[in-house]
């Protein structure tokens, strides 16, 4: 049946109808996406400026205190020192709040030891969750393992320390799974076997 001019005015207004709701709907739901991220945003601004003030309170009642002993001596800096672990590697690291903000493993600069962005960004990461980069000066010594093993071992000492340093960074650093002791290890290998688990290839005749 063809279709008059009254239906098709009446089917574009329609469309023109159902468009116009769509748009409002899409705008709805853009505006309430807009809202929800401000709301999380601010409380995230909000920590990281309440982290921030407290690891200036920290540096400043460190600043304040006396740096020479009884005997007129000048006293040794103050360290905050945990060993953190990873396979077989192991990573023992110190925090100055004074000094230089170098940064040395096994007496090497941090750059020249671990060579490569992905060892930086695993090292690096407490210090970046934490909001408190180039804030210390580090030493570490590591052994063992191979350099994957021992960036992380590092990264294992380092929010050790760090939580040693402030008590309330203990909550962020665990969600983010940086203080956990990662246990897993590579399985021995078994006799009779290839490896820990790989068997001789087997034939039936």
């Not at 990873?86 to 096994?106: C, E, H, M, P, Q």
Request: charged share 35%; glycine share 6%.
């Amino acid at each position: 049946m063809p279709k008059t001019k009254e239906t098709e005015k009446t089917e574009s207004e329609e469309t023109k109808a159902a468009a116009q709701k769509a748009a409002v709907k899409k705008s709805r739901v853009a505006a309430k996406k807009d809202e929800a991220v401000e709301t999380v945003a601010a409380p995230a601004a909000q920590n990281s400026e309440t982290e921030a003030s407290a690891i200036d309170a920290v540096f400043a009642a460190e600043d304040e205190s006396e740096t020479l002993d009884a005997g007129g001596k000048r006293k040794a800096d103050k360290y905050y020192e945990a060993v953190g672990r990873r396979k077989t590697a192991i990573a023992r690291v110190r925090l100055y709040t004074r000094g230089d903000k170098v940064f040395l493993v096994n007496e090497k600069p941090f750059e020249n030891y671990f060579k490569g962005i992905e060892f930086k960004n695993i090292v690096e990461a407490p210090f970046v969750k934490m909001n408190c980069t180039d804030r210390f000066r580090i030493t570490a010594r590591v052994m063992g393992g191979g350099i994957i093993a021992q960036a992380e071992a590092l990264r294992h000492g380092i929010t050790r320390a760090l939580v040693m340093f402030n008590a309330d960074f203990k909550k962020r650093l665990k969600k983010s799974g940086y203080l956990t002791r990662d246990s897993r290890m590579k399985e021995r290998k078994k006799p009779g076997l290839k490896k820990a688990r790989r068997a001789p290839q087997w034939a039936k005749r």
